[in-house]
């Protein structure tokens, strides 16, 4: 089984900044994808920045936050974090790591959620 633990959500002014970070632990044999979705009140579950490939090669954004959030791993540690900067009240919402883990070699992807974080700014 693996595990995701997500810190740094919180309240902000528009304008501000907060970094977000998750861990991934447990049966892992190696991370693809990791990155960062989120949701708001009445909202689908929307993609905001995903790391792509062994070692996140490739970088996608959402165009909603492009030039404002930057998302980088550590690939030692297991670790994503998601740095945003000049928040706007649109960017309220619960935030969710997600990484996509082969627990052993040869075995296919599997997709894990945390259990999310909320961000919250303020007008």
């Known amino acids: 089984q693996v595990q995701l633990v997500e810190s740094g959500g919180g309240l902000v002014q528009a304008g501000g900044s907060l970094t977000l970070s998750c861990a991934a632990s447990?049966?892992?044999?190696?991370?693809?994808?990791m990155g960062w979705y989120r949701q708001a009140p009445g909202k689908q579950r929307e993609f905001v920045a995903l790391?792509?490939?062994?070692?996140?090669?490739?970088?996608n954004y959402a165009d909603s936050v492009k030039g404002r959030f930057t998302i980088s791993r550590d690939n030692a540690k297991n670790t994503v974090s998601l740095q945003m900067n000049s928040l706007k009240p649109e960017d309220t919402a619960v935030y969710y790591c997600?990484?996509?883990?082969?627990?052993?070699?040869?075995?296919?992807?599997?997709?894990?959620w945390g259990q999310g974080t909320q961000v919250t700014v303020s007008s």
């Open positions: 447990g049966s892992i044999f190696s991370i693809n994808t």
């Open positions: 997600y990484v996509e883990v082969r627990t052993r070699a040869g075995t296919k992807l599997l997709g894990y």
């Open positions: 790391l792509i490939g062994i070692g996140g090669a490739n970088t």
